[in-house]
């Protein structure tokens, strides 16, 4: 059990590693603006431009401050007077919301590059939506957060008390120590590591789910992709791919119910602790040291591995 959870913690610190790059790269701000909140009231940030990528992260208790930077279409550095022109900031108490006048379908806005960064409080409720193309990033916030992606990236790290829901029509979401996660990429790779409850959708293609140390209820559901969950099973969990593989592992003697279950696909058992019928299964249903939480994975073809 203690080199189970020693596993699981260096599969995190990797997951985090791999989501810090996307904070690491961060613009000379061009445009800035602060506005100052009151530490004893929630703060709610809402943000919806047409393009670019978005930071959000905890700074200080007593201001949300707005950064913005970009390149125009030749590569040269959009002056402060573009981001005064184009950014509409409005502010209500401690609710702040962030527009951008700039058109999805303009072909000159579709070739700049533009980036923002946004430093709130912890305790802040964040609803971001990029409508055309552009990463997300969020860190050390309280939540709940909304943040939905029409073609980009989705990273989340520390959002510890209440939920993230993330949505990018193609693109990866990385979430990591969260109070819990639904995440649905159209075409990408979710991973998932140290969370609360966990719901993991890819719609299409070959993406892959990787969901590390959830402690609460699982739900997972691949295309083509592999469905890949190491946990201790804390609640119900409920896997499913059309043909990519699932593989679930488990720590020695944990307790559990498990049905696995594919059409041409072979199920494969590779615990001291589990009945192996030997040659090819397509079905299996048993109960572990005495049952526990269930455990359901199903696939039209792939390979089922419980470990």
């Not at 990787?210 to 890949?228: F, I, K, N, P």
Request: net charge neutral; aromatic share 6%; glycine share 12%.
């Amino acid at each position: 059990m203690r080199g189970f959870f020693i596993a699981s913690s260096a599969v995190a610190i990797t997951a985090l590693s791999r989501i810090g790059v996307a904070f690491a790269s961060e613009p000379i701000p061009v445009f800035q603006r602060t506005l100052p909140t009151d530490i004893k009231e929630y703060t709610t940030l809402d943000v919806a431009v047409h393009r670019g990528n978005v930071e959000i992260s905890y700074s200080r208790e007593d201001q949300i401050a707005v950064y913005a930077s970009g390149k125009d279409a030749g590569g040269k550095d959009l002056p402060v007077e573009f981001f005064a022109k184009t950014l509409v900031i409005e502010q209500k108490g401690n609710s702040v919301s962030i527009r951008d006048a700039l058109s999805a379908d303009s072909l000159l806005s579709s070739l700049y590059s533009i980036d923002y960064r946004i430093d709130v409080p912890r305790r802040t409720t964040v609803d971001s939506e990029v409508s055309g193309t552009g990463n997300q990033s969020l860190i050390g916030v309280s939540g709940p957060a909304t943040l939905i992606s029409g073609t980009g990236d989705i990273a989340a790290v520390y959002v510890h008390f209440a939920p993230i829901y993330a949505r990018t029509g193609k693109g990866n979401i990385s979430c990591t120590r969260a109070f819990g996660v639904n995440a649905e990429t159209g075409d990408g790779n979710i991973t998932l590591m140290e969370n609360g409850n966990s719901e993991a959708v890819v719609k299409k293609g070959r993406g892959k789910i990787e969901v590390g140390g959830a402690r609460g209820t699982v739900y997972g559901s691949t295309d083509a992709g592999t469905l890949h969950v190491r946990a201790v099973p804390w609640s119900d969990w409920q896997l499913k791919s059309k043909s990519g593989s699932i593989r679930i592992e488990l720590p020695r003697k944990a307790k559990f119910d498990v049905e696995a279950s594919s059409g041409s696909g072979q199920v494969e058992v590779g615990r001291d602790d589990m009945q192996n019928a030997g040659g090819t299964v397509h079905h299996l249903h048993q109960q572990v040291n005495g049952g526990g939480k269930h455990i359901v994975a199903r696939s039209i073809s792939g390979h089922i591995s419980i470990e």
